[in-house]
């Protein structure tokens, strides 16, 4: 009997009781390698790794995480696939499918992954498109856990760009069972569609300020992500306010954390001093993409061998 193929294009993809088995999975798969243990569930597994845009955690994570398990990975750049251009999406979803086990891709249009996915014989995650990057909230959320326990019921304030992070956040906030505030410059707010499906537990705010008040978690990204990069200077004007300094971060809760997805631009979306302040966790949340990627990666792909 032939299986669903499972894929993980944005967070709506798992229920919240899989991605909380994730995040537990997680964080005992991040015990195991810290005591140096070999855990190989992955053996002869390949990840086909198709990159259109540049990378340094992703990549990272992604190929250690698979070496870690047993299996390996191919790096394909821009220059070895050009997705579409020449080859349609849909016959390289089906050519790659039946030759690795498992695709992460990072690309732009969030369409193109899609429609990838929509023909491929093996799941597809998604490595971060123009609209989500939900493998970034798997670390973010585990690194919550980690620190605080449980996410649910808790106030999340994102500050800056209503960008592909943002949109991560608010399915987040559906998925995890938290309220999101969200603070943007007028003409930077995220997807109106995207912002509905959140209902009551999303806010949208134009001060930091009032983003802040009370929050256990705040979150930020760049100004300006990659692709934008022409309006840098158009940004940082129009941005100016929304910096995560000290002061701000002290009109949150007490209990509150920070978190950046990296890199991160100091001095223009968050001081030097937050970055190095305590209640920063970015390094463990930088840390968790591996482990978090990892439990995502033994999910999708033993879950046939546990049925």
């Not at 750049?77 to 349609?88: A, K, N």
């Not at 980690?146 to 800056?160: D, L, M, Q």
């Not at 999101?180 to 109106?192: M, Q, S, V, W």
Request: net charge negative; with cysteine; hydrophobic share 40%.
């Amino acid at each position: 009997m032939e299986t669903t193929v499972r894929h993980f294009l944005t967070l709506s993809d798992t229920s919240p009781d899989e991605l909380n088995w994730i995040i537990q999975r997680a964080i005992e798969l991040k015990k195991k390698q810290h005591a140096g243990e070999i855990y190989e569930p992955l053996k002869n597994r390949v990840l086909g790794m198709i990159f259109e845009k540049s990378s340094t955690r992703t990549r990272v994570s992604f190929e250690a995480g698979m070496s870690q398990l047993g299996g390996s990975a191919i790096f394909l750049s821009p220059r070895d696939t050009q997705l579409g251009r020449g080859e349609p999406i849909e016959d390289s979803a089906r050519v790659l499918s039946r030759m690795v086990d498992v695709v992460m891709i990072r690309t732009f249009d969030h369409e193109k992954i899609e429609r990838f996915a929509a023909y491929s014989s093996v799941p597809v995650i998604n490595a971060l498109t123009d609209d989500f990057h939900p493998c970034q909230l798997l670390a973010d959320m585990q690194t919550y856990v980690e620190h605080r326990g449980s996410i649910a019921g808790k106030t999340v304030a994102w500050i800056g760009d209503g960008n592909n992070m943002c949109h991560s956040y608010i399915k987040a906030a559906i998925q995890f069972d938290f309220n999101l505030r969200i603070a943007t410059p007028e003409g930077f707010e995220p997807d109106p569609a995207i912002v509905s499906e959140g209902g009551d537990r999303i806010q949208l705010f134009t001060t930091p300020e009032e983003a802040v008040a009370d929050a256990n978690l705040v979150v930020t990204d760049v100004w300006a992500s990659m692709g934008q990069e022409d309006e840098q200077q158009e940004r940082i004007r129009k941005f100016q306010a929304y910096q995560v300094s000290s002061a701000l971060l002290d009109k949150a809760a007490s209990d509150v954390i920070f978190m950046h997805c990296l890199p991160a631009h100091r001095g223009e979306e968050v001081t030097d001093e937050v970055m190095d302040d305590p209640r920063a966790v970015v390094w463990d949340e930088a840390e968790n993409r591996l482990h978090a990627q990892k439990a995502l990666l033994e999910f999708l792909l033993c879950q046939e061998e546990e049925d």
